[in-house]
């Protein structure tokens, strides 16, 4: 059986030190505490390690082959440890994000750079995922963690809030109301209104659908042919408008630009997590409550 790391720790620094008195000293211990564990750990190995007499202290053959040998040992060892506690702490291993387009020009990107930047030892991938479908996926495992506009349902996971966000429209920068600070959601209801198909993202659709609630006359809503028209050319053009997140300011394509929409609610962004939490899940939602925090996302 391998002697234990403590002794083997105190055997290398008395080799350095060829000196029982200083060596004791500076491993913190008595004297004859430090004699007794040197006498025990020569005993587990069957042979000598050092030669006393009154004066000095000297290492047999097997005492200096072992004090050349010990430390690449014990620094392998340190590291497995380090790995398993990294491991327990959800430090290490690969991580899979889904995440709606809608959350990708800035919480996806922030959550997944910080998840990086403080556990090196974690590999995270992120995949843009159908809105609905990101849920059932964490759900079954397919992904570890999921990031949508909305409390989307479905069982077996758990929802977290994680941001809150102003909420405008996007319009052509040639727009007759683009040259509003904010619009008032009558005058953007003048005009029909691009948001997603209910059959494809029936939560963000009501979410979307409920900010005109009030107006009179009803808004006509345009839902686009495909859930995501990379074209968006009825908003280039200046025919539609389309609600959207203070996240779509950050991220304006060519043509576009962003207006908040004067006293309408904040839309949401949730962390979705399974119920059975491992310590991977439980560093996820750790360092999203921490970015949250600092990033002023959950305003009072």
Same mark, same amino acid.
């Given at each position: 059986?391998?002697?234990?790391?403590?002794?083997?720790?105190?055997?290398?620094?008395?080799?350095?030190?060829?000196?029982?008195?200083? %060596?004791?000293?500076?491993?913190?211990?008595?004297?004859? *505490?430090?004699?007794?564990?040197?006498?025990?750990?020569?005993?587990?190995?069957?042979?000598?390690?050092?030669?006393?007499?009154?004066?000095?202290?000297?290492?047999?053959?097997?005492? %200096?082959?072992?004090?050349?040998?010990?430390?690449? %040992?014990? *620094?392998?060892?340190?590291?497995?440890?380090?790995?398993?506690?990294?491991?327990?702490?959800?430090?290490?291993?690969?991580?899979?994000?889904?995440?709606?387009?809608?959350?990708? %020009?800035?919480?996806?990107?922030?959550?997944?750079?910080?998840?990086?930047?403080?556990?090196?030892?974690?590999?995270?991938?992120?995949?843009?995922?159908?809105?609905?479908?990101?849920?059932?996926?964490?759900?079954?495992?397919?992904?570890?963690?999921?990031?949508?506009?909305?409390?989307?349902?479905?069982?077996?996971?758990?929802?977290?809030?994680?941001?809150?966000?102003?909420?405008?429209?996007?319009?052509?920068?040639?727009?007759?109301?683009?040259?509003?600070?904010?619009?008032?959601?009558?005058?953007?209801?003048?005009?029909?209104?691009?948001?997603?198909?209910? *059959?494809?993202?029936?939560?963000?659709?009501?979410?979307?659908?409920?900010?005109?609630?009030?107006?009179?006359?009803?808004?006509?809503?345009?839902?686009?042919?495909?859930?995501?028209?990379?074209?968006?050319?009825?908003?280039?053009?200046?025919?539609?408008?389309?609600?959207?997140?203070?996240?779509?300011?950050?991220?304006?394509?060519?043509?576009?630009?962003?207006?908040?929409?004067?006293?309408?609610?904040?839309?949401?962004?949730?962390?979705?997590?399974?119920?059975?939490?491992?310590?991977?899940?439980?560093?996820?939602?750790?360092?999203?409550?921490?970015?949250?925090?600092?990033?002023?996302?959950?305003?009072?």
């Amino acid at each position: 059986m391998a002697p234990d790391t403590v002794s083997l720790r105190y055997f290398l620094v008395l080799a350095q030190e060829l000196n029982f008195t200083r %060596a004791a000293a500076r491993i913190g211990v008595a004297q004859p *505490a430090l004699s007794a564990r040197m006498r025990r750990l020569e005993a587990e190995l069957g042979t000598a390690l050092l030669v006393r007499n009154t004066r000095s202290v000297e290492l047999t053959a097997a005492g %200096a082959a072992l004090a050349d040998s010990a430390p690449p %040992a014990l *620094a392998a060892l340190d590291r497995a440890w380090e790995t398993a506690r990294s491991a327990a702490a959800g430090q290490l291993g690969a991580l899979r994000i889904g995440y709606s387009l809608s959350t990708g %020009a800035g919480t996806t990107p922030a959550l997944v750079d910080r998840l990086i930047r403080d556990n090196g030892g974690l590999r995270v991938g992120a995949v843009p995922m159908a809105t609905p479908e990101i849920t059932p996926a964490v759900a079954d495992g397919r992904i570890d963690a999921g990031i949508t506009r909305g409390e989307q349902p479905g069982p077996g996971v758990r929802r977290v809030l994680l941001r809150r966000v102003r909420v405008g429209v996007q319009l052509a920068q040639h727009h007759p109301l683009a040259g509003q600070q904010e619009i008032g959601t009558a005058d953007a209801a003048a005009y029909p209104l691009r948001i997603p198909d209910r *059959a494809a993202n029936p939560v963000v659709h009501d979410q979307l659908a409920a900010l005109f609630r009030d107006t009179r006359p009803h808004p006509r809503f345009h839902t686009p042919a495909v859930a995501f028209d990379m074209s968006q050319r009825d908003l280039r053009d200046g025919i539609t408008l389309a609600p959207a997140g203070e996240a779509a300011a950050e991220v304006q394509p060519d043509g576009l630009t962003w207006r908040p929409l004067r006293g309408a609610p904040g839309l949401t962004i949730h962390l979705v997590l399974p119920q059975e939490q491992s310590p991977l899940h439980r560093r996820v939602l750790a360092v999203a409550r921490a970015l949250a925090h600092e990033l002023d996302w959950l305003p009072d």
